[in-house]
């Protein structure tokens, strides 16, 4: 009689699972067979989520550990790799700020935060996961960009910046690490229904709700895209806005109202 041989869990680490697209993909990819390592900041939030996860036959651990405390991180991460090493990367932590009105620039405190959690913190993830997915052989890192990468907005210039950044590093290191046997995914999304997306200035066409982006980013990861940009006629435009000349690209953004920064009076 021969023993048989359990099936392998594939193990699933996303950041910022408490956001809308975090936590709508915590629970498209929950099912048995799935260990989920899910980080986020809002602690009943995050229980939340874990428990819908496990309801669905997923194997949960969480984590709040302060993603820009460069010792902590590399402790949570060096533990895990240790544990139970991602197969799958989704490195989805991120904000957002914008001006308070034309020709006042966003807060430098608020610049500092976007530039540590949207570009430094998922660059530092990157070289703790890489070795031991390196040794493995195996291993996809997924980096969240967004179409505000394709051309900066004026509602949003760190934001864009910061996406800009990532999707360069993330198309870098696919080639980089391709012969290794490392996947690397960019996800550049439109606008997804979420409170970080109400708050944003301008105009949001072809908004689409959370679990809808889920489904097409898990759909893109598992066929190992090196970009995953939606929905289509916005990702379309943008692309434009970074091929077209400079001058034509702002009258552009100006005619179709994504230069118009309210006065916050507030």
Known sequence: MTNAVPPKVQTI???G???????????TYAQNGIRLVLHGRRSETLAAVAERCR??????????????????????????SRQHLPDIAILNAGQNAHPVGAGY?????????????????????????VPGMRARGSGQLVFISSLAGWHG????????ATKAGIKAYGEALRGLLAPVGIGVSVIMPGYVTSPMCN????PKPFEMPAH?????????????????????PLNFGTWWLAVLPAAIAQHLIRLLGFGRIERDTK
Do not use: C, H
């Open 13 to 15: 680490l996303i950041t």
């Open 17 to 27: 699972a408490t956001g809308a697209i975090g936590s709508a993909l915590a629970t």
């Open 55 to 80: 309801a669905r036959g997923a194997l949960v651990d969480t984590s709040g550990v302060e993603l820009t405390d460069d010792t902590a991180l590399a402790e949570w991460l060096t533990q895990i």
């Open 105 to 129: 620039l966003e807060p430098e405190d608020d610049v500092t935060s976007l530039v540590d959690i949207n570009l430094r913190v998922p660059i530092a993830m990157a070289q703790q996961l």
């Open 153 to 160: 907005l004026p509602g949003t210039p760190t934001y864009s």
């Open 199 to 202: 708050a944003m200035p301008g």
């Open 212 to 232: 809808k982006a889920a489904s097409l980013i898990q759909r893109g990861i598992a066929g190992n895209k090196a970009r995953i940009s939606f929905p289509f």
